[in-house]
Structures are given as C-alpha cells and as structure tokens.
C-alpha cells in the first residue's frame, strides 16, 4: 500500500467548456471526482484526497465562479455546470469518473 505522503498534490488548470478550471489531482488509477459545496472550494476535501489517493486518481476542481477557476458572468444552471466535469473527464484522458460531491 502506497503512503500517503509518497505523492504530492498537484495543482493544474484544465480548460472545459470555454473555461479555465482550477484542479488538485493526486494518485493514479480510476478517476474519482471531488465537487465541493456552496460556498467552498477543493480544500473542503483536504483531508480525504491523500486516503483516496492510495487507490484512485483524485482530481477536485474548482467549479467555475470559485476560488482560482475562471468567474464567467453567466453559465452557473445545472446544464452548464455538467457539461464543465464531463469536459474536464474528457480533457484528463478518460470516458468515465466516480462523482463524489457534497
């Protein structure tokens, strides 16, 4: 079993859907995708990135408007927001993801 200090956080952007999304990722393996809450940012899921890290690659985004992702003035209805995570699936390299969110 891998430690959890024996990969670093990574912090990228990735651009989805017209926008720039700011990203920490960590580990490798299937994608599992944190979202955080209103009014959060990734750091919400602080404490469960390296656990998850162990088994997964993790990438928790900042969803558009918040913290260093880009702050349209407009595209914030579930629609949009959606097709943000499935381009950032597709911009990663994968077709497929386990969503985590709170």
């Known amino acids: 079993m891998k430690s959890l200090d024996s990969q670093q956080q990574q912090h990228i952007f990735v651009e989805t859907n017209n926008i720039r999304l700011h990203c920490v990722a960590q580990g ?3 994608l599992v995708i944190l979202l955080h809450g209103f009014p959060e940012f990734w750091y919400s899921w602080r404490h469960q990135i390296p656990a998850l890290a162990r088994h997964f690659k993790v990438v928790v985004p900042d969803l558009r408007g918040y913290n260093d992702s880009d702050k349209p003035e407009s595209g914030y ?4 927001l959606s097709a943000d995570i499935r381009g950032l699936i597709d911009r990663l390299g994968y077709t497929k993801a386990h969503i985590v969110g709170h």
């Open 28 to 30: 490798e393996g299937e």
């Open 77 to 80: 209805d579930l629609d949009t």
